[in-house]
């Protein structure tokens, strides 16, 4: 039966596999009242309200209190480290514990540019269904590098209804119409989705319902805020946005149509050419270390 200390040893391989380096201190925070102030009624008017601002600020939670160097891994140096565990009691915005499987980062690949930090979770709770079918593929490690069998093995945990999530963290100041374009150009680029799939059908109303999601949903999405894509037990596909800087969660909506989640983790875990290619080792190795 699989423990919880295996989990323990795969995130603290992960965090030495992956990690870039310490992050760079941040700089501590400088008043920038530091002039001198006339004696009289009005500077004690004054200095009352620039203190008292003051205290304000520090009174407010820090983002991201709960992770350390020590529970986390530092998945590209521009953006803040990814924690190795997540669970509704520190980020209600998904629905079962999560443990870090991989990570990595997604580029543009004619330019070589860095777009976002990814990370993949696997439900802790599902662990024993993905050992189920890792002891049924023959020649395991040679299946997750050959692009018929990695699918195939990707498919079967979906299929048997394995949860997971994803973290993508920007690297750059975006917004939410190049979020949602990318994720379903990402879904049209597969061949399931393409003319003659026996499941078209099913991704092109999974697609509409994606567009649903992020309808009415305008403005930017600032370097290091989170989107959270969530398969749920259903299949359904739950997705939230975090605001990192002001600490707060929002649910965007949902995908039912189950092909949608399926299509988009074959795209990451997968084929000839997944998403991000560091990603999909680093997830390789995390299934070898279950």
């Known amino acids: 039966m699989f423990r919880r200390s295996n989990l323990l040893q795969t995130g603290r391989w992960l965090a030495r596999s992956l990690s870039t380096g310490n992050a760079a201190p941040k700089k501590a925070f400088s008043s920038p009242f530091s002039r001198h102030f006339f004696i009289g009624a009005s500077t004690a008017v004054v200095t009352f309200s620039v203190f008292s601002n003051f205290n304000i600020r520090l009174e407010a939670p820090p983002v991201n209190s709960s992770i350390t160097p020590e529970n986390s891994i530092s998945v590209d140096s521009s953006i803040d480290a990814f924690p190795i565990s997540i669970s509704p009691q520190n980020n209600k915005n998904i629905n079962t514990s999560f443990d870090l499987l991989g990570a990595g980062v997604r580029s543009v690949t004619f330019l070589g ?40 093995f990707i498919s079967k945990l979906l299929d048997s209804h394995t949860r997971f999530a994803v973290r993508i963290c920007p690297v750059r100041n975006t917004d939410f119409t190049h979020l949602k374009d990318g994720l379903i150009k990402s879904i049209l680029s597969h061949p399931l989705s393409k003319s003659g799939s026996p499941v078209k059908d099913e991704v092109s109303r999974g697609l509409e319902q994606l567009r649903d999601v992020f309808q009415g949903k305008k403005g930017s999405v600032p370097k290091n805020h989170l989107l959270w894509i969530e398969v749920l037990k259903d299949g359904k596909v739950s997705i939230s946005y975090e605001d990192t800087k002001n600490n707060k969660l929002r649910h965007l909506g949902e995908v039912e149509e189950p092909m949608v989640g399926k299509v988009l983790f074959l795209q990451y875990l997968s084929g000839k050419k997944p998403l991000s290619e560091p990603l999909r080792t680093s997830c390789n190795e995390g299934w070898s270390k279950l």
């Not at 696997?122 to 024993?128: A, N, P």
């Not at 490690?141 to 050959?146: C, I, R, T």
Request: aromatic fraction near 8%.
């Open 113 to 152: 540019l860095k777009v976002y930090g990814i990370g993949l979770y696997l439900s802790t709770e599902d662990i024993h269904k993905v050992k189920q079918v890792i002891s049924a593929t023959s020649e395991f490690n040679s299946a997750l590098k050959d692009p018929e069998q990695s699918t195939e």
